[in-house]
């Protein structure tokens, strides 16, 4: 499904992209009002927003820590950082990747979207349980499947991921605070604010870019951009 992205298209200079139509006014104070509680399902499967890389079980990550800045992977992200382990060995002794394994990351990276979606305010309609491709008014593309990899590229990966991971808890601080003050606005007024959104928009793309880099979905280094 092709989706306008808040604040302007989806980018296509970079393969991983995210789009949201955008939902600023009108919105269902009741259930964001109750938001974090009735999205918890979903969270416990796929994580919240954060860059809950996929790996969350390395730092004992409880069900609870996908709310503000934890960003827990969720049972499923666990799964797909487990099988980028897999494909790590694999890409770095023989150059490819089994395709298996990146479709399954695909299928996680669709359905986190969706949740994050719903989770950071942005949609109120409920997620699927599941991609949902094209039943739900957000957008998640990886570009096609890699058949070459960067063998160089892929062992650093952990290294090579730092510089955006101290960016985005930096950005994960502002955007918890934003989303405070969006959630009082949506409960008194009915309506996002259309430059929180877009923020709120942009934080949400470059962290699925940044985890589907690191769950070796790319190569291409992301960009340090909100676009």
């Known amino acids: 499904m092709e989706a306008q992205a808040a604040g302007g298209p989806v980018s296509p200079r970079y393969p991983v992209t995210f789009g ?3 939902q600023l ?14 999205a918890i399902p979903q969270a416990l499967l796929v994580g919240g927003p954060g860059p809950g890389l996929g790996f969350g079980w390395w730092r004992g990550a409880g069900p609870f820590t996908w709310i503000g800045l934890g960003g827990g992977s969720g049972a499923i992200g666990i799964a797909a950082g487990a099988m980028a382990a897999v494909s790590w060995f694999a890409v770095v002794f023989t150059g490819k990747q089994p395709r298996g394994l990146w479709d399954f990351t695909l299928f996680y990276m669709r ?4 949740v994050l979606a719903y ?3 942005l949609r109120d309609e409920y997620p699927p349980f599941g991609p949902g491709a094209g039943s739900y008014p957000v957008s998640f593309g990886a570009g096609d499947f ?9 062992g650093l990966r952990a290294v090579f991921v730092i510089p955006h991971l101290v960016v985005l808890i ?19 007024t009915g309506n996002y604010p259309q430059s929180l959104y877009d923020f709120a ?5 470059w962290t699925v870019r940044v985890q589907a880099y690191f769950l070796l979905m790319r190569d291409e280094y992301p960009p340090f951009s909100l676009e």
Do not use: H, K
Not at 201 to 205: C, E, H, L, P
């Open 119 to 121: 989770t950071g305010l």
């Open 146 to 154: 890699p058949e070459t990899r960067d063998r160089w590229s892929v």
């Open 170 to 188: 930096f950005l994960s601080i502002a955007w918890l605070l934003t989303a405070i003050i969006a959630w009082f606005a949506i409960l008194f």
């Open 201 to 205: 928009a942009g934080y949400m793309r």
């Open 25 to 38: 006014a009108g919105r269902n104070r009741l259930t964001v009002g109750f938001r974090f509680i009735l």
């Open 20 to 22: 949201v139509q955008p």
């Open 111 to 114: 359905w986190r979207a969706n």
